[in-house]
């Protein structure tokens, strides 16, 4: 399952990107595809319990 604050966007602030780029709702900025490969459960991960800004956000971890 994907996070659910994870969108892609294909531009910010007027400008267009080449490709879409991942951006988190939680921490409101876009995030590196390292990042990305969290929130989308890649490689063994899950984003419910590797993410902090996930859990800081959904009040599982304190900040």
Partial sequence: MTCP???YRGESGGKQFDHERAYCSA???FVQPMRADICN???DLNHEEHC???REHTGEVES
């Fill in 5 to 7: 604050y994870l969108e």
């Fill in 27 to 29: 921490a409101e900025r």
């Fill in 41 to 43: 459960d890649r490689y």
């Fill in 52 to 54: 902090e800004i996930y």
